[in-house]
């Protein structure tokens, strides 16, 4: 009989096998290597229009409207009243310039208009009110020879495309959170992110698909991505333009915020 004890807490077996070490250490001694998933943090600018926030994206070719279809997405939330500007890119009357612009009414709904400088034409969808302070998402569509769209949420409305001739915008930026660089009239006071412009017009089903998650490769009309702000940079003063595009349209950030993007549901 053995009259030494055996610990096995504390007892460390080594054998060696044609060549091998095994060892055999006691569970006490191990400590367990559990690594927390790095989890990204999805951000969101906020704007306030008495601070007269605005992001200026230039004036690059793809931002414009031009004579193509264009769609533009982007998801807001407020709680402010009165008329408020979320896209600056002239078109809200014939006196605005050639150019396109998406605002919110002072009865709360989303409304976008066009010119071509001498013909102007608008579309509002009445079915929503996007100002009682939850996350809405947004999509208009200007697609030639059929409609002007507006969806909010995925509910749309629209009206027969209007016959403008080319809209481009050469007198003012494309700016987000005010009319143009130059005037501060009717300023958004809320959230914005995930902003998207493409130069085509999405079907209503690719825009409900892809409403509540990030554009990636697999999106059916990537290649007509031509603007894609997250909106996940949390520090600084750019909006990074992340689509493919080889000519980046990056915004400065002017007196607007990060803060915590809490959209529900996205992915």
């Known amino acids: 009989m053995f009259n030494t004890i055996l610990t096995l807490m504390r007892i460390v077996i080594i054998l060696t096998l044609f060549g091998w070490t095994i ?4 569970p006490s001694s191990v400590q367990p290597m559990v690594e927390k998933p790095v989890v990204a943090m999805n951000y969101a600018l906020f704007f306030t229009a008495a601070n007269e926030a605005y992001v200026d994206c230039g004036d690059n070719s793809e931002l414009q409207m031009g004579s193509h279809d264009l769609t533009v997405e982007f998801w807001l939330k407020t709680s402010a009243s009165g008329v408020q500007r979320i896209v600056g890119n002239g078109g809200s009357g014939a006196s605005d310039a050639d150019g396109y612009s998406i605002w919110i009414l002072s009865n709360g709904q989303i409304r976008a208009g066009l010119s071509d400088g001498t013909t102007s034409e608008g579309k509002q969808n009445n079915s929503t009110v996007v100002t009682d302070g939850n ?18 949420d995925g509910d749309w409305q629209g009206k027969l495309f209007p016959g403008v001739n080319n809209c481009d915008n050469t007198n003012d930026t494309f700016v987000l959170g005010r009319k143009s660089t130059t005037n501060s009239a009717q300023s958004y006071t809320g959230n914005l992110d995930e902003v998207r412009i493409w130069n085509t ?17 697999s999106h059916p009309n990537i290649s007509d991505l031509q603007i894609y702000y997250k909106c996940n940079e949390g520090t600084g003063t750019t909006a990074n333009d992340v689509s493919s595009n080889a000519y980046k349209s990056n915004g400065i950030i002017y007196n607007a915020q990060w803060v915590k993007s809490d959209i529900p549901e996205f992915k």
């Open 135 to 152: 996350w809405h998402h947004c999509a208009v569509v200007f697609e030639r020879g059929d409609q002007l769209r507006v969806y909010v």
């Open 23 to 26: 060892s055999c250490v006691s």
């Open 201 to 217: 017009a999405l079907t209503g089903t690719v825009i409900a698909d892809w409403r509540k998650k990030e554009v990636n490769d």
